[in-house]
């Protein structure tokens, strides 16, 4: 129960920061309050400015990495906490010819009928921060894009709220072209390796 109440407020908590600064109910936190009217543009940037050489304001480029980390924060505090050993049942012991393997009893259910295998929270938390195509490719790249004025104009603009139809859009958009992908590598295995179980596989996981 309290693991499906952590899974549900992990998105609100990936979207606290746009949310919190967009949002009107409490004015003394929406940006507009928090940050000087010189950090931010109302109107989208003109061809002019851009003609200008003049580098955009760097205030929604650290806002939008500063979302991600706070959104990187609230889905490591959950998975921190799936992951944590429960402490209710002792170590799996198996035996496979002359090796001991040992299995640490977690919150999560493993799928491996001798229990999931010993997993150090610590050593996969560093891996994940450390991974720099998530990072230092990812940050380089939208910092690149936001300060040389590559992004459309509409970006550098703070007018409006968010527009949580076009967000759903977004979401959605994004989920067909995985699922597309998906159809179309199994349809490639179907027709040119005549494999019929990959259909199987497919038609499967799509329901």
């Known amino acids: 129960m309290i693991s499906d109440i952590c899974a549900f407020l992990v998105w609100p908590g990936i979207v606290a920061l746009p949310v919190t600064l967009t949002q009107t109910i409490i004015p003394q936190l929406h940006y507009s309050s928090v940050f000087p009217s010189e950090w931010y543009d109302l109107v989208p940037r003109s061809m002019e400015s851009k003609a ?16 991600v980390v706070v959104g990187q924060f609230f889905m490591l505090l959950y998975f921190i906490y799936i992951a944590r050993p ?3 049942n002792k170590a799996l012991q198996t035996q496979k010819g002359k090796d001991n393997e040992t299995s640490s009893s977690s ?21 994940h921060l450390a991974q720099p195509e998530g990072f230092v490719m990812l940050g380089s790249y939208l910092i690149g894009t936001w300060m040389y004025d590559l992004m459309p104009s509409s970006y550098y603009s703070f007018h409006g709220s968010i527009n949580w139809y076009h967000v759903i859009l977004q979401l959605l958009l994004q989920d067909a072209i995985q699922y597309g992908k998906f159809i179309c590598m199994c349809m490639f295995i179907c027709m040119f390796m005549h494999i019929e179980y990959s259909l199987l596989c497919m038609l499967c996981f799509l329901l």
């Open 107 to 127: 919150s999560y259910v493993a799928i491996q009928k001798v229990g999931a295998r010993s997993y150090e929270l610590k050593e996969g938390l560093m891996t």
């Open 52 to 67: 200008s050489g003049s580098y955009p304001s760097p205030l929604g480029l650290s806002l939008g990495l500063g979302a």
């Open 86 to 88: 429960t402490g209710k």
